[in-house]
């Protein structure tokens, strides 16, 4: 392989350029902040970039992609393309994966500006144990021109969150590369964090592709999921998890305190909160504005309900503040009681109406 701008630029030992080109590839993910500057990265710690993208193969594959459409040339050697890198780290917010694009076309594309290259990269993960005979659904999205989008396989609900949401990107335009910074928050994933491995190894499925003239894998073509890369999360600390449960049960609590905050006593702008009514209130407004639905703040038989789910969220908030006195058995276990509670809060609300309007209905 021909690394030798790439080396004098970033000052990277050809060690750390020449991965294994076999087998799958495996990243061991670090728990660890990251430097304010980093682009420095590359240079500071070349050993924590893994360079082992493949050429991508056969374009014919592509017609598994039911999405997108690409104009790609497959194939081609190691020493045709490009170097490109692979760096992830996470910490108590959430993960980083950092993409270190080598573009030889910097050199000239400051003079040619409507040819500036940007990096697009396409890349997908799936949290959990995925080599089990549970179907783990992926979460894939889609780097170019400087915006992040996201291809959700399933329907947001309880069992599943769009992560685009909760996700940060930046670009740095460096010597000879592009380093694309994609954080992804822990809150989408509160139900399938890494922190409760259930083997040693504890694997999640990544799989990166750059496209470009001479395209290549971190991992198989597109949605081919059993060619995907690994990464290794680290074997997490106590205070590591402690760190991370606790702030997504902070997150939980805004939310739904945010939820219940907000009045909308209306259908028609969708849901927005579940404050129950006062009965004097509701009636005088029903009254003067007659209409052939309410919403659950509005019915009368269903406030008992309301009311419960709402106090059962809001008697969590001491043992919330207390989080760190308790042994780290009793974090686990409350993390997953109160989490499900405070993320799912609408979803509990509202598959407890469509119950009650089915018992008024059909009992």
């Known amino acids: 392989m021909k690394y030798t701008t790439l080396m004098l630029a970033l000052a990277i030992p050809a060690s750390a350029l020449l991965a294994q080109e076999e087998g799958k590839n495996v990243y061991d993910v670090a728990f660890r902040s990251l430097p304010a500057d980093v682009t420095s990265l590359p240079a500071k710690e070349p050993e ?62 400051y003079a040619q500006t409507n040819v500036f290259p940007s990096p697009k990269i396409e890349f997908f993960f799936t949290p959990g144990d995925a080599d089990t005979s549970k179907i783990e659904h992926y979460y894939q999205m889609y780097y170019s021109n400087s915006q992040l989008n996201e291809f959700p396989w399933l329907i947001p609900g309880r069992d599943f969150r769009t992560c685009l949401p909760y996700t940060r990107h930046r670009e740095f335009v460096m010597q000879n590369a592009i380093l694309v910074e994609i954080n992804v928050s822990w809150e989408p994933l509160f139900d399938r964090l890494p922190i409760f491995p259930v083997k040693r190894d504890n694997f999640w499925r990544l799989s990166a592709i750059r496209w470009g003239a001479l395209s290549q894998t971190w991992g198989g073509v597109v949605h081919q999921a059993n060619q995907a890369g690994y990464i290794r999360w680290p074997a997490f600390t106590d205070a590591q998890k402690t760190a991370i449960m606790k702030g997504l049960l902070k997150k939980g609590w805004v939310s739904f305190m945010k939820q219940t905050a907000k009045r909308d006593y209306t259908t028609d702008r969708g849901w927005r909160g579940v404050t129950p009514l006062k ?7 029903l009254k003067a504005d007659p ?38 058995a009793e974090q686990e276990a409350f993390y997953r009681m109160a989490s ?10 509202e598959e407890a109406y469509a119950k009650y309007l ?6």
């Open 340 to 349: 499900d509670k405070l993320f799912n809060f609408r979803y509990d609300v």
């Open 291 to 328: 209409r052939s639905y309410v919403n659950y703040n509005e019915d009368p038989g269903f406030r008992p309900t309301l009311e419960r789910l709402t106090d059962e969220c809001k008697a969590l908030a001491p043992r919330i503040g207390a989080f760190e006195s308790l042994p780290m």
């Open 48 to 109: 924590t970039w893994n360079f082992n993208f493949r050429p991508y193969g056969d374009s014919g594959m592509l017609w598994s992609d039911p999405i997108l459409q690409r104009d790609v040339t497959s194939g081609g050697t190691a020493g045709d393309r490009p170097a490109t890198a692979l760096n992830v780290t996470c910490d108590a917010d959430g993960f980083t994966l950092l993409f270190l694009c080598v573009e030889p076309a910097l050199a000239t594309s």
């Open 358 to 363: 089915s018992d008024a209905l059909f009992n």
């Open 279 to 285: 009965a004097p209130f509701r009636e005088a407004e």
